[in-house]
T-cell receptor
Framework: GQQLNQSPQSMFIQEGEDVSMNCTSSSIFNTWLWYKQDPGEGPVLLIALYKAGELTSNGRLTAQFGITRKDSFLNISASIPSDVGIYFC???????????FGQGTTLQVKP | DAGVIQSPRHEVTEMGQEVTLRCKPI?????LFWYRQTMMRGLELLIYFNNNVPIDDSGMPEDRFSAKMPNASFSTLKIQPSEPRDSAVYFC???????????FGQGTRLTVV
């Protein structure tokens, strides 16, 4: 079945550093989504991307929809302690409506 | 809107018992998804519905799992009989037709002992 490969699996960084994570797939998606999950909570949507090549920002977060429609990346600039959590990419096929997730990137930020 | 509402938040049950998880999607949303989250397997899509009709249940692990959506505002995920390996956090999410964004409930943490 469809799979999303998300990397890195985990990151431990110093406060103030920039972070980059990415997601690749063997399948084409029409929509890429990025979520963050805090402990004990459900994933919360951060950024939605709808067009190949699209670059979208949300505060210190920037995400891009790859030209091939098979990949996406998320950057976090000037990380702060509250950025700690698990970040998920998700790809959606608008023909079927199916939405699948990557394995997640666990981010830890050292003050 | 209150968002996606799941109940119960926590469920502890004995092996062999029937478990029913409930979900109320956001009003007006046409898609409803059920996911299972474990450390080993991450967020797995179990089944999803469009306009109350199941579209893809290929992620349902076994016949012990079943899901229904009797109307646009309610869905259930049932496990009968439950087993310890079913212990996980189960999430429900909903989205609107034509939009890729899906919104999650807070999940049900299931423990089968």
């Amino acid at each position: 079945g469809q799979q999303l490969n998300q990397s890195p699996q985990s990151m431990f960084i110093q406060e103030g550093e920039d972070v980059s994570m990415n997601c690749t797939s063997s399948s084409i998606f029409n929509t890429w989504l990025w979520y963050k999950q805090d402990p004990g909570e459900g994933p919360v949507l951060l950024i939605a991307l709808y067009k190949a090549g699209e670059l979208t920002s949300n505060g210190r977060l920037t995400a891009q929809f790859g030209i091939t429609r098979k990949d996406s990346f998320l950057n976090i600039s000037a990380s702060i302690p509250s950025d700690v959590g698990i970040y998920f990419c998700a790809g959606r096929n608008s023909n079927t409506g199916k939405l699948i997730f990557g394995q997640g990137t666990t981010l830890q930020v050292k003050p | 809107d209150a968002g996606v509402i799941q109940s119960p938040r926590h469920e502890v049950t004995e092996m062999g018992q029937e478990v029913t998880l409930r979900c109320k999607p956001i009003s007006g949303h046409d898609y409803l998804f059920w996911y299972r989250q474990t450390m080993m397997r991450g967020l797995e899509l179990l089944i999803y519905f469009n306009n109350n009709v199941p579209i893809d249940d290929s992620g349902m692990p076994e016949d012990r799992f079943s899901a229904k959506m009797p109307n646009a505002s309610f869905s259930t995920l049932k496990i009968q009989p439950s087993e310890p390996r079913d212990s996980a956090v189960y999430f429900c999410a909903s989205s609107q037709q034509g939009s890729g964004e899906a919104f999650f409930g807070q999940g049900t943490r299931l423990t089968v002992v």
